[in-house]
């Protein structure tokens, strides 16, 4: 019995010595018949492989394809990042490569190939041959050198990015006056070499003036490069203007610049010399028509990959810098070079030339422009002047406004602070808005009336005196207006600004025909221009809901929002026999006026408003006589919104508005104003801004009696 199960225990070890056995030969073939498959790899196989683990950037799989002398020549790290700096460094693509002859003889094989790739300078293309060879048991391998990369590049190489950047293209007005490019700034900064000995208090002193700390300062000042001579730059400031500091009134901001100046360089070391920087020559004036410029941030850099932005290039953020961000910005050029370890070129890879951005000029009239600001800036207003026969925007004013220049040189968090905390709100762009038109929307309400025929112009409505309801069924609201006269009829409604009679004449209209008649406008839509603005509406909802906000409506109150710049083109219809011009700002020397609503109500129907609005202007009575002249004649209408909680509310405020055009069309410069200003209750309302308006009309049309 025993010796049955030694004889089955010495089967089962035998069994299973020849199983391992097997297994391991098993092994061992497979792993013979790996060596042997790749020993068999053709070195054009090989090097496709190289190829395409290039294209990948798999640098480790390319190291591991490399003879076992190469890899005593480099080391993997090393490898890795050679490639990695250049290829990464270039902005390699589209790598490919043609393999032109492949010659083997005795263990060795030369491929003999051409490459093409994609660079951040343009194409490199190069012809190149690669050795392999073959080792024991492991197949053909590759012979590496720097050469591999490019034909000329040797260990102590380098292969060098120079960037040639492109110069911002400039903004200028219609008459080529500069509105945004190159300015000078002063740049503040020390001379280690002329500092006092006990420069402790000095840099406490200037870090306090310039709003950096004494350790920034001197961060700055152990930097490698800087010598006892260099000029260590810290800040830039505002160059001081010698003109308007000497002129009979220098601004406060000029006296301050001048004394801050002084006290800078009075600390020893401290030197102030002229920089080059991105300006704004009518600061306030325009600044939320031009806007600004910043430097880029990572986020700008990864929203906007590939669009050859630089870690110190600059980008539009507001006006017209970012609308024209595109053709301002230009093109870098750049060239890939081989230099050697003493800098001198070896061979250039691939070059591009810079291509400089594009000139941008605009429609705008900087001088009226500065004299629409200038009339208004100590209001919360803004002022749309336009063509009215060609859509030529002549200016965009905001009020109160910002300096564009004060981001460029960088803005203290006092003076930013400043400006958020203003509860005129300074940055707030006010023409992109809609506000409330009030009786400067009675022409629209006319001429949808005449269009549909609802509303007969000599049609006495009758006089209701100063406040007038429906019926009953309206309670306690009722239409207030200010003037008592008669007959009631349309043109004597436009004249004495009766919100009365156009509350009837929406009523007769009908809430339907109106919100079609205002669809046809371009109401709740994007208007055509160049700035995004926001859309006029009529209602809060998708219609207007009931007969008291109809009423309202028709004489620009309600939930009535209207852009300025919307209204303005709407305008240009009482010029155009009832078409309506398309705004635009760029500049074109022969105007070609663009109609944006052709037809928009008859040229019978545009003629009787206008004349009409002539009266506004020209009759004793009219809400804008005070804008009158005798030299020219001048159509328009005021408006006066109340924006307040209900009826009843006593505190609300009032927005202001008045809108004016010439009417002769052979005039030298044809011009219509839009202009809003906000709180206006206790200024004499739209008189107010008529007063405005009419001193720019007399300083932009001299008066010629």
């Known amino acids: 019995m025993k010796r049955r199960k030694r004889r089955f225990l010495f089967s089962t070890v035998c069994t299973l010595l020849i199983l391992l056995a097997g297994l391991a030969g098993a092994a061992l073939f497979f792993r013979i018949q790996g060596k042997i498959g790749l020993s068999k790899k053709k070195p054009d196989a090989l090097f496709q492989e190289y190829v395409d683990c290039l294209s990948r950037a798999d640098y480790k799989a390319m190291y591991g394809m490399l003879n076992e002398q190469s890899h005593l020549n480099i080391s993997e790290e090393d490898f890795i990042t050679r490639y990695k700096n250049i ?31 994609g660079s951040a300078a343009g194409e490199i293309s190069f012809n190149n041959q690669v050795k392999f060879q073959k080792e024991k048991k492991l197949g053909y391998k590759m012979v590496w050198s720097d050469s591999v990369i490019f034909p000329e590049l040797e260990r102590s190489d380098k292969v060098r990015v120079s960037t040639d950047k492109a110069q911002r293209g400039r903004i200028f007005d219609r008459n080529g006056l500069l509105l945004a490019g190159k300015g000078t700034a002063s740049a503040v900064g020390l001379v280690p070499g002329k500092m006092s000995e006990d420069s402790a208090g000095d840099l406490e002193t200037l870090g306090s003036l310039l709003g950096i700390s004494p350790e920034g300062i001197g961060k700055k000042l152990s930097a490698k490069w800087v010598k006892e001579d260099s000029f260590v730059p810290l800040k830039t400031i505002k160059k001081v203007d010698e003109f308007r500091l000497n002129s009979e009134e220098p601004r406060e901001e000029d006296v301050k610049n001048k004394a801050l100046q002084d006290e800078l360089l009075a600390i020893p070391g401290v030197l102030i010399t002229d920089t080059e920087v991105r300006g704004y020559p009518m600061g306030e004036s325009g600044a939320h028509l031009v806007g600004y410029v910043q430097n880029v941030t990572a986020e700008d850099l990864e929203k906007h990959p590939g669009e050859d932005y630089l870690s110190d290039s600059v980008i539009g953020r507001s006006g017209m810098e970012s609308l024209f961000e595109k053709e301002l910005k230009g093109t870098n050029g750049r060239t890939i070079t081989i230099v050697d370890s003493n800098g001198t070129v070896k061979k250039t890879l691939a070059a591009k030339s810079r291509v400089d951005g594009t000139d941008i000029t605009l429609t705008i ?78 022409p629209i ?81 994007d208007i055509p221009f160049d700035i995004s603005v926001a859309k006029s509406q009529y209602s809060n909802t998708e219609r207007i809901e009931t007969e008291v906000q109809l009423a309202d409506s028709g004489y620009g109150q309600g939930q009535m929002l209207v852009n300025p710049i919307h209204l303005a083109s709407l305008y240009t219809m009482f010029n155009n026999d009832g078409n309506v011009m398309k705004p635009y700002l760029q500049y074109k020397p022969e105007p070609k006026p663009e109609v944006w609503l052709p037809d928009a109500f008859s040229p019978e129907i545009t003629e009787r408003i206008r004349t009409a609005l002539c009266k506004v202007i020209s009759s004793e009575h009219g809400t804008g006589r005070g804008a009158n002249r005798n030299d020219i004649e001048l159509a328009g209408k005021t408006g006066t919104a109340e924006i307040k909680a209900s009826k009843g509310d006593t505190s609300g405020t009032e927005l202001g508005w008045f809108a004016v055009f010439t009417t002769d069309p052979k005039l030298e410069t044809p011009i219509l104003l839009v202009s809003m200003v906000e709180d206006v209750k206790n200024l004499g309302g739209s008189g107010y801004v008529v007063k405005k308006d009419k001193a720019v009309l007399d300083a932009y049309i001299p008066n010629k009696q």
């Open 87 to 117: 290829f990464e460094g270039i902005e390699a693509s589209g790598i490919t490569a043609q393999i032109r002859q492949v010659e083997e003889k005795d263990g060795e094989a030369t491929v003999s190939y051409s490459m093409s790739l």
């Open 445 to 525: 309400t006319g001429a949808i009336g005449l269009s549909t025929g609802a509303i007969d112009p000599n049609e006495d409505y009758g006089n209701e005196g100063l406040s007038w309801r429906k019926d009953e069924s309206w309670g306690n609201y009722y239409v207030t207006t200010l003037h008592d006269y008669s007959p009631v009829i349309l043109e004597n409604a436009f004249i004495y600004s009766d919100n009365i009679y156009f509350a009837k004449a929406a009523l007769k209209i009908g809430s339907d025909d109106f919100m079609a008649g205002l669809d046809k406008l371009g109401f709740n839509q």
């Open 365 to 442: 009239d900087s001088t009226l422009q500065t004299e629409i600001y200038q009339t208004f800036k100590d209001d919360k207003s803004c002022t749309v002047a336009m063509n009215p026969y060609t859509g030529e925007v002549l200016a965009l004013v905001s009020t109160p406004s910002y300096d564009d220049n004060d981001f460029i040189l960088g803005m203290s968090e006092e003076k930013w602070a400043s400006l958020n905390d203003d509860e005129r709100k300074p940055m707030f762009n006010r023409f992109r808005q809609r506000f409330a038109p009030g009786s400067s929307f009675k």
